[in-house]
């Protein structure tokens, strides 16, 4: 009886580990996303903005440890800068295409920055990133979340991009129905809708550049793949 309870523990054991380290992600870090709409808002407003604005968006991941393409990514960052032809809203719903201008941490080899291309468009998706316009190399510096409610951001990549979020406060209910209007363009977790004081890209390749301010329209999360 002993013999067949420990040869059961021993093939549950021997079945249970693989299952675990398949499901360990590879990567893991913090998420900034921010839109040229808000996301953090009531109907009325945002039936306004569709189709007019909030076609445009940068996201950043920023990595904390793990490895893509069997390339240790630990500290390095990512940014894509999206541009599509519509109201970047609920993409499950209404999906969109973009080009994306990427940036590459300045401090990545030629390797690593192969995996930094390959994780953005991956965990971005096929379509919102359907054509890299370019990919660009630049030093990110990158602060996301670190503060009590999670809402703070600084980022700055060269002169291409930079943004500064800060969190949502009683003064930001302006008709008093707000509501996280839309999701975040990729699957993370715990995002936390946050208020934009400048969110700027500067760079070439997309045909514009644009600067938005004042607005509900940021995300910030964790990511892990």
Not at 110 to 139: C, F, N, W, Y
Not at 146 to 172: M, P, Q, Y
Request: one cysteine or more.
């Amino acid at each position: 009886m002993k013999t067949a309870l420990a040869l059961t523990l021993l093939l549950t054991s021997l079945t249970v580990a693989p299952a675990l380290r398949e499901s360990a992600p590879s990567v893991v870090g913090d998420y900034l996303e921010v839109r040229t709409c808000d996301v953090y808002t009531g109907p009325c407003f945002a039936n306004a903005e569709m189709g007019l604005v909030g076609k445009e968006c940068i996201m950043v991941w920023s990595v904390r440890q793990g490895q893509w393409n069997n390339q240790s990514l630990d500290g390095l960052k990512v940014i894509a800068v999206v541009r599509t032809a519509h109201t970047l809203g609920d993409l499950a719903m209404h999906p969109r295409e973009g080009k994306a201008l990427l940036i590459v941490d300045a401090r990545a080899t030629s390797p690593q920055r192969e995996a930094l291309v390959a994780m953005a468009r991956h965990l971005a998706g096929p379509l919102l990133i359907k054509e890299v316009v370019d990919v660009q190399t630049a030093p990110i510096d990158a602060t996301i979340g670190a503060c009590t409610h999670s809402g703070c951001a600084s980022v700055k990549a060269g002169r291409v991009v930079e943004i500064n979020t800060r969190c949502l406060g009683a003064d930001d209910h302006l008709c008093g129905n707000e509501e996280t209007f839309y999701p975040p363009l990729t699957e993370v977790a715990g995002a936390t809708p946050a208020f934009t004081e400048v969110a700027r890209f500067a760079g070439e390749g997309l045909n514009q550049t644009w600067q938005a301010a004042e607005q509900r329209s940021a995300f910030i999360a964790t990511f892990a793949h």
